[in-house]
RNA sequence: UGUCCGAUGGUGUAACGGUAGCACACAGCCCUUUGGAGGCUAUUGUCCUGGUUCGAAUCCAGGUCGGACAGCCA
């Protein structure tokens, strides 16, 4: 096939791997990957990172692309994991059809292998505690020491993983061993554990086992098992890919895919590790996982995120083996983008003043045409009702403006979007000095199609009329976390995560439109100049919408913050 | 005095011996009864030192800096 230059992006290093690998029919032209979280926590943005990947890779070279779930360690992982997982992939926007596998599905299959692993003299028992296993490890730089029971004959070997596997050994009393090399400068190569005693009840297989294959051993012969072709992972494991291969080599299984490593995602202030997470659900500083500030691709739906920025955000950050840090601006970039095309503009008034246009009659009433979405004409219009008082916000009315403010002052004019022209004829205040109401005169003939509709006039507001109005909760989220760099603590590696004190500003009282009171939970909209929202799918109710702010428009920021922090 | 990996503007990523490009961010300008969208302009980069070559971000050597690895976690 060839392809043109113009239209062939540039292939990331993995790309280039597969691309030279079907041209030499190394995996015989097939390209089979796979997505393989532990269950132990919600996915992240650097999970969709890998999901876009892995799935992606298998669509671009017409293979396929599995799902399986790493639990091998019963003691961390959950089922209300497994779910969330499935359903934040989906969401995201891929599909594993029938490929849903679990490592547990093999645990009888592993044992075996472990078996023929011993018969071939390649494991063995260890009787060494957990404090013995570690003093004769060795260090990076330092050696380790043969195990006393590193030469126990097969026999022996067979009779005590037999028994292990049979319950009659305490938890951590024994594990079974890869036979490597304990002077490997490769600490991973050292005689690792592949088999541990866990007496704990797995959240699939129960109490059918109380022996687990190790993440090295488990994972390498699950790959193999299912017929993956690229083993794609995150840097960590760089170091584990010559036992990856010398387990499968000792085992000489048919399948021998290839291990590929790339660097994972960071975000800018942003805390990335599950136990980290985990510790903020736990300890109440969030609501949930899925409390909009959290990196979770839950918390990014919540908020509002549609799957197709993240997709896009995921495409533009690229994938190579560089230590990274992104820089949030991309993924609120991504977030407009997609949210511009899509979202359906509304008109919105946060910090409600109420304005009674004194030339308006009072029982009048009217209605303007709205188009919802100028970049999709199909998305058509709807109809906003008008009266003698409406709400505007506190910001677009200053009493002593600053240069180059062009809303509404005293004694200025300034146009209604979609509606009149008006003009500020007196300000309302009360004992306090603050203004509590505007005064002001409508042009009668400015609204559209009128006579003096194309006066030119500086500011255009929005504005909501008072009586129809629907009163809503708005939340304002800011910065989702802020990571200290880490300090010369005890561990000398650990980061101190804190909440930003401004991360949640809830309004309670903001004036919208009354289209919105029957929107969907999960709708996104613009709010004109202030950004965009979403309709919160867990506290709204009928009738009682409660907007997330997804991300602010990008020239909005000083000024939305500014807001926030007044109220 | 360990092994492995990496180093291109503020951030991320291309260029695979032949003009250092793209995106985000930042700055400025234009447009707009605001779609806070769009358009335009500008500044900023190959870790260092040598070597090979007509030519090096790219190849070689040595250094420097950063990261991963010492769970019976994944």
């Not at 036979?179 to 007496?199: E, L, T, V």
């Not at 704990?200 to 109380?210: I, V």
């Not at 109401?437 to 006066?455: M, N, V, Y």
Request: charged share 25%; glycine share 6%.
């Amino acid at each position: 096939m060839s392809s043109t230059p113009e239209t062939t992006p540039s292939l990331d290093f993995i790309r280039q791997i597969i691309v030279e690998d079907n041209k030499t029919g190394k995996h015989g032209g097939k390209v089979v990957t796979r997505f393989p979280p532990e269950p132990n926590g919600y996915l992240h943005i650097g999970h969709a990172k890998s999901i876009c990947l892995n799935f992606g890779i298998a669509r671009q070279f017409e293979g396929v692309c599995h799902l399986r779930f790493d639990d091998t360690n019963p003691t961390r992982e959950d089922v209300e994991y497994v779910d969330s997982i499935q359903e934040d992939v989906h969401w995201l926007g891929f599909d594993w059809a029938d490929k849903k596998f679990y490592a547990s599905d093999y645990f009888e299959k592993l044992y075996q292998f472990a078996v023929e692993l011993i018969r071939v003299g390649k494991a063995y028992v260890c009787d060494q505690t957990a404090d013995e296993f570690k003093a004769n490890r060795g260090t990076p730089t330092v050696p380790g020491k043969d195990s006393p029971y590193r030469n126990r004959s097969v026999d022996e070997n067979l009779d005590l993983f037999g028994r292990m596997r049979k319950g009659e050994f305490a938890d951590g009393s024994r594990t079974l061993r890869a036979k490597i090399d304990m002077a490997s400068p490769n600490i991973h190569m050292r005689d690792p554990a592949i088999y541990r005693i866990r007496k704990a009840e797995h959240h699939r297989t129960g109490n059918q086992w109380c022996i687990y294959p190790m993440y090295d051993f488990a994972h390498c012969l699950s790959d193999s098992i299912e017929g993956i072709t690229h083993s794609i992972c995150t840097l960590e494991f760089e170091v584990h890919r010559p036992l990856y291969d010398w387990i499968l080599d000792a085992l000489k299984t048919p399948c021998h895919p290839q291990q590929i490593e790339f660097a994972r995602l960071n975000l800018g202030y942003t805390v990335m590790s599950k136990r980290k997470l985990l510790q903020m659900v736990t300890e109440g500083n969030v609501s949930d996982w899925n409390d909009p500030r959290m990196p979770t691709i839950a918390g990014m739906r919540r908020r509002g995120y549609p799957p197709e920025a993240i997709r896009a955000f995921c495409e533009k950050v690229g994938v190579a083996k560089r230590e990274n840090i992104i820089d949030m601006a991309l993924l609120e970039y991504c977030v407009r983008e997609e949210l511009n095309k899509s979202a359906h503009r509304a008109m919105a008034v946060l910090h409600p003043i109420k304005v009674v246009l004194t030339n308006y009659p009072e029982n009048q009433a009217e209605e303007f045409d709205a188009i919802n979405n100028p970049e999709d004409p199909s998305a058509g219009t709807r109809k906003i009702p008008f009266s003698r008082e409406i709400y505007i916000d506190q910001d677009d009315f200053k009493e002593v403006p600053p240069k180059k403010y062009f809303r509404l002052v005293p004694g200025g004019e300034v146009r209604l979007r979609y509606a009149y022209i008006i003009k500020c004829e007196k300000v309302v205040k009360n004992d306090q000095g603050e203004v509590v109401e505007l005064h002001c005169t409508i042009d009668p003939g400015s609204k559209a199609g009128g006579p003096t509709s194309g006066r030119k006039i500086k500011g255009t507001i929005h504005w909501v009329s008072a009586p129809q109005a629907i009163s809503a909760e708005v939340r304002l989220y800011d910065r989702m976390f802020t990571v200290e760099q880490p300090d010369a603590d005890a561990e000398g590696r650990d980061f101190k995560t804190f909440l930003n004190p401004q991360s949640l500003v809830t309004l309670a009282n903001c004036k919208l439109e009354p289209s919105l009171a029957n929107a969907a939970p999960g709708t996104r909209f613009q709010f004109e100049r202030l950004g965009y929202f979403n309709v919160d799918p867990v506290d709204s109710k009928p009738g009682k919408p409660v907007f997330n702010r997804t991300v602010t428009l990008r020239d909005a920021w000083a000024k939305i913050e500014q807001a926030t922090h007044q109220s």
